[in-house]
């Protein structure tokens, strides 16, 4: 069964794009009825080399046949060039790092932050696979200071193969975010870096700065707490493309809302993924995806 939440981004897609949305059905159909490889197996992206363990979990499918929100290339096509560079926080697996190389291409920098070591190890590979291109692997997570933290992991397991809603990418340091799948997650210690003291660190010039990406399952406010360097940023704003949940009826609530406004405070304009559209912040789903500029 297709998730709602693909089914409302697709069909916002197809509203905007409709030779891009046939094309996401060309390649959707490949992945149905193709079979995929067992195992490891490498795939590409254009020059980049990314490989995948298809037995991890069900999501390896996606990246494999390179199907995996599909409605997110047009961000990262329209703000990445060759010689830019992006910050991927939350990168899990590699997949968007692995997207944006070949769009930044050897004379640009992909800056990967991902803290839980089995996804990690991904990270590290698509960087030994592409010694040609520039990619910095970072075993950290991005919060609003120099810490460390308990964090709630999902890894893979056989009895969680299938599972959409609890799968390798729902890994959180939001405090409760999964408590109500305990029996899915362990806790592990990781280490965190305010995203503006790494740009410092590793002198990264903003202005080459073509998107930032931000998926951390409802830690997002705390991630932008630590860029506000960036952000308060004189003239060209650098894009952002972050995803936002809101569940108010939880014990600790998610308000995607207030990360909008957080952002339109910083002069951002916030428009939804999926057709560049002012997000309608009255009607968010559970996992809406902004891009901010």
Known sequence: MIPSKTIRFTLNYARVDPLGFFGM???????Q?????????????????????????????????????????RAFNRFLAAGSVFIDIGANCGYWSAYALSRVGTSGEVHAFEPVPQYFAFVQRLAQLNPSFNLMANNIACGSERSSARM???????????????????????????????????SIDV?????????????????????????????????????????????????????????????????GREIVTRMERFGYRCLNATNFRPIETANLAFEENIVCV
């Open 152 to 186: 709630a992991i999902v890894l893979p397991r056989p009895e969680n193969f299938d599972n959409a809603d609890i799968n390798i990418g729902s890994s959180s340091l939001t405090s409760g975010f999964l408590s109500h799948a305990e029996e899915l997650t362990e």
């Open 33 to 73: 009825f193709s079979a995929p490889p067992i195992g490891v197996v490498q795939t590409q992206f254009s020059d980049v080399r990314y490989e995948v363990d298809l037995s991890l979990h069900r999501q390896m499918k996606k990246y494999y046949f390179h199907t995996h929100e599909m409605f997110l290339e």
């Open 25 to 31: 059905l060309r390649r959707r159909a490949i992945e």
């Open 191 to 255: 280490d965190i870096i305010a995203l503006d003291d790494y740009v410092s660190l590793k002198s990264i010039d903003p202005n080459r700065i073509g998107l930032i990406k931000i998926d951390v399952e409802g830690y997002e406010e705390t991630v932008l707490k630590g860029m506000t360097q960036l952000l308060s940023k004189a003239g060209r704003k650098v894009p952002v493309l972050c995803e936002i949940l809101t569940d108010l009826t939880r014990p600790q609530p998610l308000d």
